[in-house]
């Protein structure tokens, strides 16, 4: 029995959030009185994948092989898969991003387990195996039993802190040929100059309190200014005022930032279902009774035309200093 921690790398280097998650399985692996054990997948160099052994698990299984440099939900599903049964994982973790998503229910179903999707708690008990999640687009907490032998949890990003432990772990070197791989990536073409969102520590959002598309030269520079992505409510991107990709809540991004700046955004449930697990919220809004002010921790009532602009100058007076 022990804890396998999928941890994902982009362009081989890994990301806080796989520390953060490490962490959690790492102590996961604690409550079952167990040994954690992480699995990467795809080229990563030794001094990078040496960093995961730095927050507690106590050994390292590092795959390679030919196609496996890019995500392949079949091939990675299979390599995960094989290595849970091999080494006996009662517990697998992985993050609740669009490659958790993609990897867990095709994990569940090779093997026979049950999944607790976007948990941001360590499980409350497990005998029975016991989670504490969101539901209803975070309108509502759930007690989840997983009854499986084996079982799923996929993290949220920015829920879990990272702790640090040298376990002397050791790293394993899998060569592996995985036959039938369906997809070849031919050619990537990044966006430049541009902040993902869904990456950002720092993201400034605006909503129909804006007003009007012209009026986000103010709104750019402020997220310029602070090294943050850009995003905006439905309804801003329904109207065609900022592209689509920036649209956050239930039916678009969902993301957790550090620090969520929403300007003129009301705080409709359906938008905080995409933005709620951001660790800050600063809200400016005119309308003191906005529901975004409950989600906030620091709040501005006035109005984004006044507001913005003097927060571009006191950024760029701390900034000169
Ligand atoms: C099925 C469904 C799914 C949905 N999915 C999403 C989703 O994914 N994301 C999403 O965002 N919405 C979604 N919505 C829409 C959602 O219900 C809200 O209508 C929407 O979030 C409101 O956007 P808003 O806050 O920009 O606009 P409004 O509700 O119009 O709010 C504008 C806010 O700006 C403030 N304001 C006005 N003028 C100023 C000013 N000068 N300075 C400062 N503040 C000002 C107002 O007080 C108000 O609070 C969904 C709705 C449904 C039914």
């Given at each position: 029995?022990?804890?396998?921690?999928?941890?994902?790398?982009?362009?081989?280097?890994f990301?806080?959030?796989t520390?953060?998650?490490?962490s959690?399985?790492?102590?996961?692996?604690?409550?079952?009185?167990?040994?954690?054990?992480?699995?990467?997948?795809?080229?990563?160099?030794?001094?990078?994948?040496?960093?995961?052994g730095?927050?507690?698990?106590?050994?390292?299984?590092?795959?390679?092989?030919?196609?496996?440099?890019?995500?392949?939900?079949?091939?990675?599903?299979?390599?995960?898969?094989?290595?849970?049964?091999?080494?006996?994982a009662?517990?697998?973790?992985?993050?609740?991003?669009?490659?958790?998503?993609?990897?867990?229910?095709?994990?569940?179903?090779?093997?026979?387990?049950?999944?607790?999707s976007?948990?941001?708690?360590?499980?409350?008990?497990?005998?029975?195996?016991?989670?504490?999640?969101?539901?209803?687009?975070?309108?509502?907490?759930?007690?989840?039993?997983?009854?499986?032998p084996?079982?799923?949890?996929?993290?949220?990003?920015?829920?879990?802190?990272?702790?640090?432990?040298?376990?002397?772990?050791?790293?394993?070197?899998?060569?592996l040929?995985?036959?039938?791989?369906?997809?070849?990536?031919?050619?990537?073409?990044?966006?430049?100059?541009?902040i993902?969102l869904?990456?950002?520590?720092?993201?400034?959002?605006?909503?129909?309190?804006?007003?009007?598309?012209?009026?986000?030269?103010?709104?750019?520079?402020?997220?310029?200014?602070?090294?943050?992505?850009?995003?905006?409510?439905?309804?801003?991107?329904?109207?065609?005022?900022?592209?689509?990709?920036?649209h956050?809540?239930?039916t678009?991004?969902?993301?957790?930032p550090?620090?969520?700046?929403?300007?003129?955004i009301?705080?409709?449930?359906?938008?905080?279902?995409?933005?709620?697990?951001?660790?800050?919220?600063?809200?400016?809004?005119?309308?003191?009774?906005?529901?975004?002010?409950?989600?906030?921790?620091?709040?501005?009532?006035?109005?984004?035309?006044?507001?913005?602009?003097?927060?571009?100058?006191?950024?760029?007076?701390?900034?000169?200093?």
């Amino acid at each position: 029995m022990s804890v396998l921690i999928y941890t994902e790398n982009w362009e081989g280097k890994f990301k806080k959030s796989t520390f953060e998650l490490l962490s959690y399985g790492t102590k996961v692996a604690e409550m079952l009185n167990t040994t954690a054990t992480a699995i990467s997948i795809g080229n990563v160099e030794a001094t990078e994948l040496a960093k995961l052994g730095n927050y507690g698990v106590t050994r390292i299984i590092n795959t390679t092989g030919d196609g496996l440099n890019v995500l392949d939900n079949q091939a990675y599903t299979k390599i995960i898969a094989d290595t849970a049964v091999k080494e006996s994982a009662s517990v697998l973790v992985l993050s609740n991003n669009n490659t958790g998503k993609a990897l867990a229910p095709r994990l569940s179903v090779r093997l026979k387990a049950g999944i607790g999707s976007g948990v941001s708690v360590l499980p409350l008990s497990t005998d029975p195996f016991i989670v504490y999640k969101r539901a209803y687009s975070g309108n509502a907490y759930a007690h989840l039993k997983i009854n499986t032998p084996v079982k799923i949890l996929t993290l949220s990003r920015n829920s879990f802190e990272i702790i640090e432990k040298n376990n002397g772990a050791i790293t394993e070197n899998i060569p592996l040929q995985i036959g039938g791989i369906k997809t070849q990536l031919i050619d990537v073409q990044k966006q430049t100059g541009k902040i993902l969102l869904n990456d950002a520590d720092i993201v400034v959002s605006g909503g129909r309190g804006m007003k009007s598309p012209d009026n986000w030269g103010p709104l750019v520079e402020l997220a310029e200014l602070l090294g943050a992505a850009t995003a905006c409510s439905r309804p801003v991107s329904d109207e065609g005022w900022r592209g689509h990709e920036e649209h956050t809540g239930q039916t678009g991004k969902i993301i957790a930032p550090n620090l969520y700046i929403a300007l003129g955004i009301s705080g409709a449930t359906q938008h905080l279902a995409g933005v709620s697990s951001s660790k800050y919220i600063v809200a400016v809004n005119t309308d003191k009774d906005a529901p975004i002010f409950e989600a906030a921790q620091y709040g501005i009532i006035g109005d984004v035309q006044k507001v913005i602009p003097r927060l571009v100058e006191a950024i760029k007076e701390v900034k000169s200093r």
